[in-house]
C-alpha cells in the first residue's frame, strides 16, 4: 500500500506556536478565575511560585511570578481551597499550557480576608493606628461602659470577674446586635451611646466565633467610632488567636473579654494591700524623719559645748602638748638621721681607700711580673747567656771570625771562648 503525497510537514515549533496564538486570542482564557485545591506547593529561590490546582477529577499546573506577588496576601499551603485568576497560556517549549496566576485568594473566607486586608491597609495610611492617638487607661475607673449583647457569654464574664475584683465599680450595659446584618451600626451606635454617657473606660466585647461571626467589628464604621471616641476604649473581642480592626484601633486590646474585664477593673484587695504598704512605708519615713532630727539636735548641741571657753582652752593646751612633743620627735629624728648619715659616709670612705690600696697592689704586682719577664738574671736562669766580643755585643756571625776571643756571660759567671767555625743557618 503506497502512501498519499503529504502536502506540507509543520515542525514541532510552529504547532505550538500556532496553539499559543490560539490561547492568546481566547478572551476567556485571558481572565479566567479557577477555584480548587493546591497540590505540590513549592516556593522558588527566584521568588517565584510553582503549584498544582486541583479538584475531585482533574488537575492543572500553575505558576505565580515574583512580580505579582502582591497579589498573594497570604502563605499558601497544601490542602487550601482558593480562588486562582490570571491567564491560562501555552509554555511553548514544553508544548504544555498552564494557569498563569495574578491574583489568588482564599475560597469563601479568602475574600473576607482580603476585605480585612484592605481596608486594615486603607485605615493605617489613615494614621488611625498610630500609638500618639492612644488615651491612657484610667487606673481607678469607677464607672465602666460594656457594649455587648446583653445575652451574651461575654457579659456574664465581665460581671463575674467585675464582682470578684471589685463589687464597688458600676457596670453599665449599651446592648447592640453583635453578629449578622446591622451589627456594625448597632456596635457603632454603642460606642457612642456610651462615648456621651460620661464612663470612665469603654470595654466592646463578645464571644469567640468565625471570621464571619467576628465581622462586625471588622467594619469600618466600628473602626472610626472607637477612633472618635473621647473615652479609652479596650477591645474584648473573640479569643486571643482572633485579631479584628477595632484591636489596631482601640486604646489597648485584650486577647478575651475577660481578661479586658481585668485589665479595666482594679482589684480592690490589692489595693487595700497596696495602702497598706503606702501607711506603713509612710510610717518607717516619719519615725526615719524623728530620727534623723535627732540626731542633728544632739550634733548641734556637741557642736555648742565644743564652741565653749573650757573646752577651747583645753584643746589648744592639748594641742600645743601635740606640737612639742612633734617638734621633740623630729629633733631625735633628725639626730638619727645625721648620725646614720655620718657613719654611712664614713664606712664608704674606708670602704674607698680599700678599695684604692687595693687596686694599687694590684698594679704594683702587675709591674713587678713584667719586670722580671724583661730581667737579664731571670732569661739567664732559663738557659740564655750574653755573649760579646771585646766591648761589642755579638748579634750575628758577622760580628765574629775563626780565632776571635769571646766572653760568655750565663746566670752564675763567665766562660771565656775562642772561635774555631763559623757556620751560617739555611733559611
Not at 122 to 134: A, I, P, R
Request: one cysteine or more.
Amino acid at each position: 500500500m503506497k502512501w498519499r503525497k503529504m502536502k506540507e510537514a509543520y515542525t514541532v515549533s510552529q504547532v505550538n506556536g500556532y496553539i499559543k496564538n490560539m490561547f492568546i486570542k481566547d478572551m476567556l482564557l485571558n481572565r479566567i478565575s479557577i477555584k480548587g485545591e493546591v497540590s505540590n506547593c513549592k516556593y522558588h529561590t527566584s521568588g517565584h511560585i510553582y503549584f498544582t490546582l486541583k479538584d475531585g477529577a482533574s488537575q492543572m499546573a500553575c505558576v505565580m511570578f515574583a512580580g505579582q506577588r502582591a497579589g498573594l496576601s497570604f502563605q499558601m499551603r497544601e490542602g487550601d481551597a482558593v480562588i486562582v485568576s490570571g491567564s491560562i497560556q501555552v509554555y511553548e517549549r514544553d508544548g504544555k499550557y498552564q494557569l498563569y496566576a495574578q491574583r489568588i485568594v482564599l475560597d469563601g473566607i479568602g475574600q473576607l480576608y482580603e476585605r480585612f486586608e484592605k481596608l486594615k491597609a486603607k485605615l493605617n495610611e489613615q494614621g488611625m493606628f498610630e500609638k500618639s492617638h492612644k488615651l491612657p487607661i484610667p487606673p481607678f475607673p469607677k464607672k465602666i461602659g460594656i457594649v455587648t449583647a446583653k445575652t451574651g457569654a461575654a457579659l456574664q464574664d465581665i460581671r463575674n470577674i467585675a464582682a470578684r475584683r471589685n463589687p464597688f465599680v458600676q457596670l453599665v450595659l449599651a446592648p447592640v446586635q453583635v453578629q449578622g446584618f446591622g451589627a456594625a451600626e448597632s456596635v457603632a451606635r454603642g460606642i457612642r451611646r456610651m462615648d456621651k454617657y460620661g464612663v470612665d473606660i469603654i470595654i466592646v466585647a463578645r464571644g469567640g466565633g468565625s471570621i464571619e461571626d467576628l465581622w462586625a467589628f471588622n467594619e469600618e464604621s466600628v473602626a472610626r467610632a472607637v477612633y472618635a471616641c473621647a473615652t479609652p476604649v479596650i477591645s474584648g473581642v473573640g479569643h486571643e488567636t482572633d485579631v479584628t480592626l477595632i484591636d489596631y484601633v482601640a486604646d489597648m486590646r485584650a486577647p478575651t473579654p475577660s481578661a479586658a474585664a481585668e485589665l479595666a477593673v482594679y482589684e480592690i484587695r490589692a489595693l487595700d494591700e497596696a495602702l497598706a504598704g503606702y501607711h506603713a512605708q509612710m510610717t518607717r519615713q516619719m519615725l526615719d524623719a524623728i530620727e534623723a532630727h535627732k540626731g542633728r539636735v544632739q550634733a548641734k548641741k556637741d557642736r555648742l559645748s565644743l564652741l565653749s571657753p573650757q573646752r577651747r582652752l583645753a584643746a589648744k593646751r592639748e594641742k600645743a602638748e601635740l606640737a612639742g612633743a612633734a617638734i621633740a620627735n623630729r629633733m631625735e629624728a633628725i639626730l638619727k638621721e645625721k648620725k646614720a648619715r655620718f657613719s654611712g659616709a664614713q664606712e664608704w670612705l674606708s670602704s674607698r681607700m680599700q678599695a684604692v690600696l687595693e687596686k694599687k697592689h694590684a698594679r704594683l704586682a702587675l709591674c713587678a711580673a713584667r719586670l722580671k719577664g724583661i730581667s737579664p738574671l731571670e732569661r739567664f736562669s732559663q738557659g740564655y747567656a750574653y755573649v760579646a766580643a771585646g766591648k761589642k755585643n755579638v748579634t750575628s756571625i758577622r760580628d765574629v771570625g775563626e780565632g776571635t776571643r769571646l766572653v760568655v756571660s750565663v746566670r752564675d759567671g763567665d766562660i771565656f771562648a775562642e772561635v774555631t767555625q763559623v757556620r751560617e743557618h739555611k733559611a
